[in-house]
């Protein structure tokens, strides 16, 4: 048996952006590695990077562990991991070094450590798993538990799918992206996570209580700008009943008010969805839900499904309202999609977000205004917004790759920068972002608001659109000037028309 403490670098205070939200979710991936090795034989201890206050917090953490192994086991459903933050990188460095100075060994997984082994090798892990790594890293425990005192060469001796360290070079045996690995089954080690602390940020912020959980692993869609590192486009779905079985857990054990779902893509296929909901009906199990999919999905008989199972609210990664932006990043569906699944997610009484992405390659000027006329014409209950963030492994930063400078990552979830030559500057996007956000309000307000406030509301959005638009010239790079068509300020859509239709 060896002391094993699993954790990872996602400390909510290091992003100013995701700590003001305040809508932290324990490290799901984390602890189903910290479950597996437990049931493995193992003393497995947790530290929760997520309401820590910080690195300094860590020191003490691997102090009381005294490990013989450390696994920095990033959340691999967390997209906030995924997107390869630098403060995050900082921070999962100081805590290999820490640990590295305990004598612990070190194995750190992760999208970015996938992506970049040489920065965590630098600092100290003695081997990163490259994508899930599930064989890899029970190889390595299994060699380490036969033989606690051999040598680093012969324990990371032959493994595939992990990188290494030799005379200071960074050697990685990969072997491409792999399925899920059916060893990791089972419910997470839910208690060595400190519910409490949880439960009461939630209601303090809130007023009530979210958990997480996960009914799939992976996406098989091919979008050209999403990185997967970790499962490539393999997809894994638990049965319909395990899946119950965990939500009606959860309700009995910690009371959740809300389940956010954090998959990829919840449910796929409407039999599940159905059989799920009759599972949980059947138990008195269920538990308003928050689910990611997609709007091609959603038929009259899915939403009708999701109601069913108590699905809440449902966030589709609409993109973009130009066909055109779709097409090129290989989305797969129609902007008519979009439209159809908010109205049919909205009959059912279920909330509906949009993921909106600005500055794709090639987008231009009428295609961000494509998009202020969907957020207009589908008026989705919520929207998020990021621009195009290149990643390695995509076809997206492959072709952007010749322009990346120094800034390769963004250093929070608020940065909101370009790093490549989109077709304006980021103080563009940024105020797009803004003003699509105030779309938002304004549609919501539209039922509460006295009729006169809110044409004097929707007048000043379009002012406020009309001088964006005007000065869209200053904001433009100079690869994509040539090719920006004009647009005649007068023809742009009206915020109160566009909520009339």
């Not at 995701?18 to 189903?32: D, H, N, S, V």
């Not at 091919?222 to 490539?232: D, F, L, M």
């Amino acid at each position: 048996m060896l002391k094993i403490q699993v954790g990872h670098s996602y400390f909510l205070r290091y992003d100013p952006k995701q700590w003001e939200r305040g809508k932290p979710y324990p490290p799901l991936a984390t602890i189903q590695i910290a479950a597996l090795l437990r049931r493995r034989g193992h003393d497995v201890a947790l530290f929760d990077a997520m309401l820590a206050d910080g690195v300094e917090d860590y020191a003490a953490a691997v102090r009381a562990a005294q490990p013989d192994v450390v696994v920095l086991y990033e959340d691999n459903f967390n997209y906030l991991t995924k997107m390869c933050l630098g403060r995050m990188r900082e921070a999962a460095c100081r805590m290999i070094a820490q640990a590295h100075a305990r004598g612990a060994r070190v194995i750190v997984a992760g999208s970015d450590a996938s992506d970049q082994p040489g920065p965590f090798l630098a600092a100290g892990a003695d081997a990163v798993l490259l994508g899930e790594g599930i064989a890899a890293l029970l190889e390595l425990i299994e060699r380490l538990e036969r033989d606690p005192t051999i040598t680093a060469r012969h324990w990371l001796d032959g493994i595939d799918g992990i990188a290494t360290q030799v005379d200071g070079q960074t050697q990685a045996r990969r072997i491409g992206a792999m399925p899920p690995d059916p060893r990791l089954v089972g419910p997470p080690a839910w208690d060595l996570v400190d519910i409490a602390r949880y439960r009461s940020l939630w209601r303090e912020r809130h007023g009530y209580f979210s958990l997480n959980m996960a009914a799939s692993r992976g996406c098989p869609f091919r979008c050209n700008w999403c990185a997967k590192p970790i499962w490539g486009n393999h997809y894994k779905q638990r049965s319909a009943d395990d899946v119950a079985a965990e939500m009606i857990y959860l309700k009995q054990a910690f009371g959740p008010d809300h389940i956010w779902m954090a998959d990829d893509i919840f449910g796929f296929h409407v039999d599940w969805v159905a059989q799920f909901g009759a599972r949980l009906r059947s138990a008195g199990g269920s538990v308003p839900f928050t689910i990611q999919t997609r709007a091609d999905l959603m038929s009259e008989r899915m939403t009708d499904a999701l109601e069913q199972a108590g699905c809440a609210e449902a966030w589709l990664g609409a993109e973009s309202g130009s066909q055109r932006v779709l097409d090129s990043m290989a989305k797969g569906t129609r902007v008519a999609d979009l439209v159809a699944a908010r109205v049919r997610l909205g009959r059912r009484g279920i909330r509906v977000g949009f993921f909106i992405q600005l500055g794709y390659l090639g987008e231009q000027l009428d295609d961000l205004l494509a998009t202020r006329e969907l957020v207009a014409q589908a008026a989705p209950d919520d929207i998020g917004v990021s621009v195009s963030y290149p990643l390695p492994g995509t076809k997206f930063y492959d072709k952007v790759k010749a322009q990346l400078g120094d800034k390769t990552h963004w250093r929070d979830s608020g940065d909101l920068a370009m790093m490549f030559h989109g077709a304006y500057d980021s103080d563009f996007y940024r105020s797009v972002r803004d003003l699509l956000h105030e779309q938002v309000t304004l549609q919501q307000s539209k039922a509460t608001d006295p009729p006169e406030r809110h044409r004097q509301a929707s007048a000043a959005l379009d002012a406020k659109w009309a001088a964006l638009v005007a000065s869209e010239r200053a904001h433009r790079s100079e690869d994509a000037a040539a090719t920006t068509k004009r647009i005649d300020i007068r023809l742009l859509p009206h915020a109160a028309a566009a909520q009339s239709r």
